[in-house]
Nanobody, 115 residues
Framework: QVQLVESGGGLVQPGGSLRLSCAAS????????MGWYRQAPGKQRELVAA???????NYADSVKGRFTISRDNAKNMVYLQMNSLKPEDTAVYYC?????????WGQGTQVTVSS
């Protein structure tokens, strides 16, 4: 089992920044994918940023150049730095880990971008 706990969400004005954190614990050996997804009201959950065990990153077109995913292996942490936030970034953000065929999710953290 893998446990994921997100933090760092909140209310921010358009153009502002937030950094989300995801703490991973449990059986984290052989995790081959870490990512951030988001789900806005009435919309499907979508992949925002991904990080493979080999270090490759991938971003949704809507966040390229604004969001950065990173990790600290020593602390078992994954981060999502979000800059130049827009109202359309408002959503619940979820940390995700994939290990072989298994999928693990955190509880989510709310990000609201509004003036």
């Amino acid at each position: 089992q893998v446990q994921l706990v997100e933090s760092g969400g909140g209310l921010v004005q358009p153009g502002g920044s937030l950094r989300l954190s995801c703490a991973a614990s449990g059986s984290i050996v052989s995790i081959n994918f870490m990512g951030w997804y988001r789900q806005a009201p009435g919309k499907q959950r979508e992949l925002v940023a991904a990080l493979t065990s080999g270090g490759s990153t991938n971003y949704a077109d809507s966040v390229k150049g604004r969001f950065t995913i990173s990790r600290d292996n020593a602390k078992n942490m994954v981060y999502l730095q979000m800059n130049s936030l827009k109202p359309e970034d408002t959503a619940v953000y979820y940390c995700n880990a994939k290990k072989f065929t298994l999928n693990y999710w955190g509880q989510g953290t709310q990000v609201t971008v509004s003036s």
